[in-house]
């Protein structure tokens, strides 16, 4: 079943072409990896997704429902959400609360003051059973800025999988984390999404990685899909290749 | 039916408000758009150099030079502005330690040191109200139509004027002036071009106090200064930089100039709102505007 | 002039025993009401001989210090004047100090001076704010008071209608603009003009609507009220103006003949400082019902000549004359001896207040034989009349206004004197004050703008065009 | 997973109950001993409840409120209107009254000022509290001006108190005011650890992330703002009938500036920081009001605990108490 469509979108920065005329869609249950040197507007097009901003022209469809003028919130509570690209978390809670922040929100609790939070034992067992999914069961009740850069990172995803989200989009899950930990966090991720099977976009930088783990891999340059297909496929690309050489590794 | 003369006064009397806020302000907005700390204390600055005028500069040039009109204009402003520069100095340590911390730390501090301020005060020169009016009387009046207009006014508003000059000159044409703009941009970014923060945020404090003691030396021989003032001056002083946008240089000028056409605007047609307006114009400007009016320029 | 033949007829009785600089206690006909007139006892108990405890409240900071520091003056020369011949009954006064605030303040220290402290007696507040809200708490704690000042009507019309403990020495705040605004009229002759315009600038405060009600409805009732034209009226808050040039703009624009204020402190100094620069005196006569009154040195120091100079229809050092009033000599001498400066209204307030305190013990004494309780204490100074360095100042025993004391207003002109290096009062206009308060005993209701007995009283007993005094 | 909501010193519950009860303890001691102090502890009682609303909109919101004393008089002239004009003086109804009066001003104010942060939130508090301040003062025919609303005693369950002496009046008011600031701290503490309680302080550290999981801000934010309002009327209605009068004073930006003073002292991080710094404040600023230059001695030491114990004094009682219980533990 296709979940999102998005139809010629177009977003200029003055005279940088952003997006330029993107076309593309998404079937349930798919995971999309997408690449492409700085500027490519990977970034762009997932704020465009998410309502952080607004497309100059073309159409966002999600579940056969036109949402190019929705606000985020709009957005988040129909299923769609996102990570950042630099750790976005609430510095002054544990992770734990990191989590039922999140669940809370999904929930639409976040009305409800006059019970204390121990009474909602619902949303209490689902955050351990998110701890668990990403393994930070034992670091719980730590301050979020007292924990590894890697686990922060996780949280962050964690935060996002806590709306209960039907298409996930996350920028560079793995961007800032020293080297040896990056597989370890992917493999979590990746267990995460085939686990609860939900829709996923995730840009990334790393092409060990995105060779490793990628399935369908999207290329961008200069605001537009150059390429679309399974990891071997791009793998071979040497168009692809140089592109992604002069972007990245120049 | 309005005269031409009170038709000038008028005006006149708007120049001269403006000039005496904006010495005020203008310190104000400079330390926040340089250093983001809201200077509770600022207003301290401009009665000290009140204070200084009154019990200790103009004392200084009659007892040297006698009663002249020209020494009294310059000298004694000179003083406070140098004793203020010193109080300055003195504070400084506290400022680096609040650069960079919460607004809460910053309220506090320059909240704690305002309320010690005054109490120096009290100490030093007393309870009652100081003046210093020589240069004021000396000046004379001039006539314009039926009316007087006192000549130390108009001083005040051309010392206003060569100060904005120089201020414009010293930042847009100096080195430190292009370093103190930059910092107000981005300090982090300066300090790793290589630039002396440290060096450019003391000469921000101290040129803030600089003004603040001059313009509190300049307007005292028109008024007086007694305890409290500086808590009076302050709330007047965020209306002034709220309007004109904060840490604003332009935005000084223009929320000095507003707050004084308003004061005479409201004085001559219902007095009774004059403080109520001047607080709502502020509320409607941040609301519709909070940027201010002076177009949200840092310069 | 009835106020001062009163004042003369005293002086004819006031025997050569009178010790230059002691305040001396007459006991009026009423001053034993209230006991049961025993002979006084043959046999006095012994006075304890530890010392009793003074709680002196003042402003020490903000633009109330140009007050609170002269009334804290007076209070600490009156103690230590008595201490120097032996204290009260051989009892000595120690005081303690605490400062004057916003009203909350004001109150928490006021109850620790009674609760902690343990003050024998309490003399202190200048301002109309704090008045009302120490007033019901001196009731609740019984703790004798001398409100030196705050002299809001209000205190004792509706606060304290019937107050035991708190007493307050200058003269009620209606008086102070009614008087200033009669001796404006006789001393400008302002009867004699065909239509007065009348500019009003006055504090935004209780005091400055107090002043500016009761001044324009003298002005209105004695001139008649078709004579009377309001150009122009501004109420700048209370200490919280410095640039006074748009008011002094629109007042001369307004083009009055006279300009009535009660402006004070530093108030009066920026606005007559900068007013002088605009020619503002030479257009018009200044009528100010309190810029003399406290701190003159400071305040008036070259304050134009010929203007009404108001001491806030209380005393200014130079009344009575020394040299046919004694006490106000000695008065004078011993405070700038001390202080290095002349007293003023605030000074002489507290300076009686320790006195009065000192007269009614000592009666008490000698009607009780033994060290009174202060319930007896209270019934002595409930109409007493008492000579201070003012004049002969009288507490009322009955409503309205039960407690308030009365003395007779002084208004004059005001003239720079090189003798003292600042501008003093000339030319002394009495008010008797009988003429111009509402007298004890009269039923009315207060004016519900104005908030006092006095406004309606004005408005219902007075003839217009017809000067009373 | 509950034990994970388990709280560190001063967020709990029993911390804060056990210093209030102490409080209600030693106070007819220290009453007795020197009712001044005494005193001194009845408006701490009565303050904590302004800084626990201050705090949920600065420790727990993040927005900090340089207007308060906008609330404060609020509460307190609507006790004073209901005794001058309805002859009303029941404690329990000028409270109830000052709750609807601090909830309508803080929606129709809050619809505008929730949309600010930082400085610009704190100066549109100060602005627009001074302009009830001035309102006041001008329409001094309604509020008396400066000579402000005097009061009567207050009655309580209908009784009335006129006629007992002021030591018992007062621990009658110390009393009852430690009773409804008791029921107001577990209330507060629920609120802040309920759903909305950590939503709010989701939003203090990380507004973008917070609206991009589905949180509405302006929302959360409005009610944290009555809210900590209608606990500001509170106390502006508890403080009108402990000195029986209300006068422009306590609307005027000074007052504002004691809640911000006070809660930092006590520290905002830590739900027991109010009741902490309620009490200190009133200790230091009456200690240095036995002074004559009692600001210099009030600056310093804001000064002075600013930065030597940045955290407020909750934070260094928090360390102490958890050293403790960390070193019993191993000894143990």
Redesign the interface.
Known sequence: MEILKLVNLKKYFGGVRALDGISTTLHEGEVVTIIGPNGAGKTTLINTI?G?VFPDSGRIIYMNEDITKST??ER??KGI??S?QLV???????V???I???L???RK??????????S??D???E??SILKLFELGDK??NLITSISYGDRKLVDVA??FA?NPKLIMLDEPTSGVATKDKDDIMKKILEAIMKTGVTAMIIEHDMDIVFRYGKRVMVMHQGKIIADGGVEEIRKDEEIKKILLGGVYA | MIELGEVVVRIYNIFFGTSVLFLIAVGLNLIYGVMRI?NLTHPAFFTLGCYTVAGLGVGIVISLLGTSLTPLLIIPPLIAALIVVIASLIVFP?FI?MSGKG???Q???T??????F???F??IWGVEPLRASQAYEMAGSLIVGEYLIPVYNIYVILSALILVLLLWLLLFKTKIGILIRASSMDIEMTAALGADVKKVLLVTVLLAGFLAGLGGGLYLPSASVMLGMS?ELL?LA??VV?IGG?GSFLGSFVGSFIVSVLRTITLMLFP?LE??LI??V??LI??FK?EGLGGGRKW | MSGKTGRRDFLKGLVGGLVAGAVVGVAGTELYRGIAAPPPPAVKEPVPTTPIKAGIQAY??GGGAIWGKPMMQGAVLAIEEINERGGILGRKIEYV???E?????T???Y??LV???KIDFYVGLI???NT??VG?VAE??QKLSFFVDGC?D?LFE??VPDPRFCFRITNIQSADGISAALGAIKLLNLMEKDKVRIAHIHP????G?NAHAHMQITFEKVLGKDRVEVVYEAFP?LFKVTDFTPYITEIIASKPDILASSLWGADVVNFYKQALGYGLFDKMKFVSCIAHAASPAEAVKDFPDGHIAGVHANYFFLYPEWDKYPINKAFVENYYKRWGTYPDSPAEGAYVAVYMYKTAVEKAYEVLGKWPEVDDIIKMLEGMTIYGPAGPIHIRARKPNKHQCYKDGIVGLSKYDPRYGFSVLTNPVVIPISRITVPEGWEGTPD??A?TLAYSWIRETWKEGVLPV | ??E??KKAFGDDLRSNFILLAIIAVIYPAIYAI???????LG?GITWIIALLGFNLL?GYTGL?S?GHALFLGIGAYTAGFMYKYLGINSIELHILGSILSSAVVALAIGL?VVR?T???F???M???A??FW??Y??F??IT?????I?MARFSILGISLEHLD?TT?HHIYFYFTTFLTTILIYLM???V???????L??I???E?????????IYK?RL?AFI?SAIYAGITGAL?ANH???V?P??A???TS?KV??AT?LGG??IFIGPLIGSFIFHVI??FA??F?????I??????AI??LM?GGIAQILRTFVESIRHSGRIGG
């Open positions: 998410s952080y985020p919130i988040v509570n959400v996102r950042f976005n978390t609430f510095d002054k809670l544990t734990y609360e990191n039922l922040v999140s809370i929100s999904s609790y976040q009305n409800k003051m006059t019970k204390t939070l121990d909602y034992t949303i209490l067992e955050a351990e719980a009740d935060i996002s709306l | 809201v506290l330690y607004d809460e730390v309220l506090l501090v909240y704690g040191l305002l309320l010690i005054e109490d120096v009290r100490l808590v709330v965020f209306v709220v904060l009774e403080l109520a607080y709502i502020a509320i941040l609301t909070p | 020490l900071t100090v605490k400062p605030t916003s009203p909350e303040e109150v928490r220290e109850r620790t609760l902690d402290e301002s109309s704010s009302p809200a019901p609740e704690l809001t209000f509706s606060v935004d405060y209780a005091y609507r808050g519900p703008k908030g | 997973m509950v994970r909501l020197s009712p001044g102090w005494g005193i001194v408006h600065f900090l340089f505008v600010y930082r400085i610009f704190a100066i549109f100060l602005a627009i001074q302009v001035s309102l003062y001008k001094y025919w008396g001006g400066t000579d402000g005097k002021f009046y503490w629920r609120i650890n309920s759903p909305f309680g950590l939503t302080k989701a203090r550290d990380n973008v992330r917070a609206k991009f999981i589905g949180i509405d959360m009610y809210i403080v000195h029986r009068l006068t004073d306590i005027y930006w000074t500036g911000v003073f930092l905002t991080r600023e009456s009001m036995r004559i230059y009692w600001q210099l009030m600056g310093a030491f804001i000064i600013v930065i940045p």
